[in-house]
C-alpha cells in the first residue's frame, strides 16, 4: 500500500511541473581486469573519455563511436564479471560494421535474425532479416570477461521511438540515410514516369519520416 500511495503521489507532482527528461547515459559492466578492457574497448575505436584512479580504485569510461551512451567499468568490479549480457548497439550497416569489427581483430558472429522478427522470437536463423527489415538483422561478440554485445541493423524507426528534431548521430549515419533517400527517389521518378526536379524536399521528406517512423512518400 505504501508503494502504491508513494507512486501515485509522484505522479499527481509530476503532472504538476511536466515531463523530467531521464537520460540514459552510462552502463556499468563488470571485468576482472581494468588494464585488458581498457585494451580491447580502445581497439573497437571508442573514445576514452575518462581513466581516474584513488589507491586501489579506478573507473574507466569509453563511449561508442556516434553513441550518446557511454559504459563504465573498474575496480572493484560491479558484479561478477562476464555477467552483462545482450547490451545492444544500434547501427545502419551491420554488414559494415560485422567487417569493422574483424579488422580490429575481434571475434564477432555470423549476420543472423530470428525466425518470428523482428522481435527476438522463435529462434536465430542464419543471414540477414527477410528483405533486410528494419531491426531485424544481428550480429553477436563479447569482450575479454565474455560481457555480450549485440548488434542490431536499425535504418527506419518504430514510430514514437524519436522525438524532436531529426539528427544522426555520426557522417556515416547521414550517408547511409541519403544513399536510401536516393535509392527511394529513383523508383519514386520510376513510378511517375518523370524527373523530379524537386528532389531535394522529397529528400528531406523521406529521411524525416524514415527517422521519425512516419509514413514514407511514394
Known amino acids: 500500500m505504501t508503494s502504491t500511495a508513494t507512486r501515485n503521489q509522484d505522479t499527481t507532482a509530476g503532472s504538476r511541473v511536466g515531463q523530467i527528461d531521464l537520460k540514459l547515459e552510462v552502463v556499468t559492466i563488470p571485468v576482472s581486469n581494468v588494464d585488458r578492457a581498457k585494451e580491447f574497448y580502445e581497439r573497437l575505436g571508442w573514445r576514452l573519455d575518462a581513466d581516474f584512479s584513488d589507491g586501489d580504485e579506478r573507473a574507466v569510461q569509453f563511449t561508442p563511436p556516434g553513441s550518446q551512451g557511454s559504459i563504465h567499468f573498474g575496480k572493484p568490479s560491479q558484479g ?40 527476438p522470437f522463435g529462434g536465430p536463423v542464419g543471414g540477414f532479416a527477410p528483405d533486410r527489415g528494419s531491426y531485424g538483422s544481428y550480429a553477436v561478440f563479447n569482450d575479454p570477461d565474455g560481457n555480450g554485445w549485440l548488434l542490431q541493423e536499425v535504418t527506419t524507426r518504430f514510430p514514437g521511438r ?57
Do not use: C
Not at 564479471?81 to 559494415?96: E, N, Y
Not at 531535394?200 to 519520416?209: G, R
Open 80 to 119: 561478477a564479471p562476464g555477467s552483462a549480457q545482450g547490451m545492444f548497439l544500434v547501427v545502419s550497416d551491420i554488414q559494415a560494421a560485422r567487417d569493422d569489427l574483424l579488422r580490429r581483430g575481434v571475434e564477432v558472429s555470423e549476420v543472423f535474425h530470428f525466425a518470428k522478427g523482428p522481435a
Open 162 to 218: 524519436i522525438a524532436g528534431d531529426t539528427t544522426y548521430a555520426s557522417v556515416s549515419d547521414l550517408a547511409q540515410a541519403l544513399r536510401r533517400a536516393e535509392a527511394a527517389h529513383i523508383e519514386h521518378e520510376k513510378r511517375t514516369g518523370e524527373r523530379d526536379s524537386n528532389w531535394p524536399d522529397w529528400y528531406a521528406e523521406y529521411m524525416v519520416n524514415e527517422q521519425s517512423g512516419k509514413a514514407l512518400p511514394l
